[in-house]
């Protein structure tokens, strides 16, 4: 079956890093890959999209790589700020019948301390 | 500003007995999703509507039911609560099945079964 790993231990840096998030997929080979930020309580928001045939995509301090072969995409927050801290999902495009619709993964804490 | 509302944030219900929880958005999306997630854990899709059309998920239990009466509005009906249905409830739209076509999620509802 298809399944999407994220680091399930927290990741704790210090501000001014670069925080680096991992997820990994099996069973599938998914054509776009998006990234949602969790705050405790709330629902996600909407970071990033990348393609297949992207090898990396950036927005601000945020940059996202995919490797199709490795089935893996990597997340950076480059000069992380305590304002960063939150919980990153990652999810894929996975066709259906009907359309498509997005399978996520459990995501990864981050936390940054000042 | 146009967003993703549901309502009640906080829901605390009985074992067996009836909830409706309420999501409404000001979006004009065609596509509104239902997710259970619970703590730790990816966001699972129960089911969405795509305008009128229901599109159920296979492992969706028969307990969970959803109208969704005009475009901004769609419910989640939970016929008779179990405790392992409690978690967070959280209501998403998309303007529709693109590939490239983010999701907006509103804050959720935390469900309690006592």
């Known amino acids: 079956s298809q399944k999407i790993e994220q680091n399930s231990e927290a990741l704790n840096i210090q501000e001014g890093k670069t925080a680096t998030l991992t997820c990994n997929y099996t069973?599938?080979?998914?054509?776009?890959l998006q990234w949602y930020r969790q705050d405790p309580g709330r629902g996600p928001v909407f970071l990033l999209l990348?393609?297949?045939?992207?090898k990396e995509k950036r927005k601000e301090r945020l940059k996202v790589t995919f490797d199709t072969t490795l089935k893996q995409s990597l997340f950076h927050i480059t000069a992380s700020q305590p304002a960063d801290s939150a919980t990153y999902l990652c999810?894929?495009?996975?066709?259906?019948?009907?359309?498509?619709?997005?399978?996520f993964g459990a995501g990864t804490i981050l936390r940054v301390k000042s | 500003d146009a967003m993703v509302i549901q309502n009640p944030r906080y829901q605390v219900t009985q074992f067996g007995k009836p909830v409706t929880l309420s999501c409404s958005q000001t979006?004009?999306?065609?596509?509104m999703y239902w997710y259970q997630q619970k703590s730790s854990q990816a966001p699972k899709l129960l089911f969405h509507?795509?305008?009128?059309?229901?599109?159920n998920e296979a492992d969706t239990p028969d307990n969970f039911q959803s109208r969704r009466p005009n475009t901004s509005f769609c419910f989640l009906d939970i016929r008779s609560p179990g405790l392992g249905d409690a978690a967070m409830y959280l209501c998403?739209?998309?303007?529709?099945?693109?590939?490239?076509?983010?999701?907006?999620f509103g804050p959720g509802t935390r469900l309690t079964v006592l």
């Open positions: 509507y795509y305008d009128k059309d229901f599109n």
């Open positions: 998403a739209t998309s303007r529709g099945y693109r590939e490239t076509n983010e999701q907006f």
């Open positions: 979006l004009n999306h065609n596509v």
């Open positions: 999810a894929l495009l996975r066709a259906m019948e009907y359309g498509n619709k997005l399978v």
């Open positions: 069973n599938y080979s998914p054509a776009y």
């Open positions: 990348i393609r297949e045939n992207e």
